[in-house]
């Protein structure tokens, strides 16, 4: 395996200013996933998931493999559903610290099935 | 330096940069309560290469020493993620051998550990072909009461 490491505590661009490099590492997607309708992951869509769980209609969970530090609700998520005017929320009950738990919804705010994709972050374990 | 020298997350990267996803058949459905309706759980194809590729993944006691510290009333955030990174990982599995150590990190323990106690199996290893063809009453499905567990 090659896979060379620059350590340094900023990066300076010639004209845009400079940012710390803590910023960029806490800015990075920790976790992320692109799936269908039955959780069935797309491939090269995701990093750092073991598997998508169906649950249900428009009900799905993800697993991680490595796992956040604190819970993911209490980290920032976002996702989108896609090709409908849908929405995606995370659900709290069953969130953990390997557990992506999320629900698609339509415009009325019923559950529905579609597929989305969704990505974390926050400090790794 | 070797790839089981790099802290988990990088050799998850590196994987999705070097190793072609695997695509697997196999669903793993399950039931956890029989007032909801049963789930399906999908490998992801980027985690099945690294899984037969070996080399990447920690062994599946690692996760569940995690789940056991995060399962306490007092924890606040993970302290020993040094054993995802530093334990040594799994040599390269088949892809049934991916499917088993992935039920044993992913399904809940009460579902594996009881999967075939009591009146009927509450999970069951299929291909995707098994299912149902479309989801009109996904909410319906249950694992058949006939299924053969011997």
Redesign the interface.
Known sequence: MSYGKIRANFIEHNTSGSVPTEYVVEGTVKAKVAADTAASIYSNSSLNISSGVDEGTGDYKYNLTNNLARNLAQEYCSGTVLGYADVVRIKTAESSTSVMDIECMNAAFDVADAAHAMGCWGDLA | ???SD?K???R???A?ENLE?V?TDYRVVYERDPD??V?????????MA?AMHGGI?PPVWV?HE??AD?AKPDF???T??HL?HETKPMDPMTEEEAIEY?IM??VPQEVWKNWNKGNRPKMAICKKEQLPSH?TW??AWRISEELNVA
Do not use: I
């Open positions: 330096m070797k790839l790099y988990l997350f990088d998850l990267c590196w999705k996803p695509q909801r309706p789930s399906v759980m999908t490998p992801d194809p980027n985690w690294c993944l996760y995690l789940a995060e606040k955030k993970h020993r993620g995802l992935l990190k992913d989801r996904r909410n």
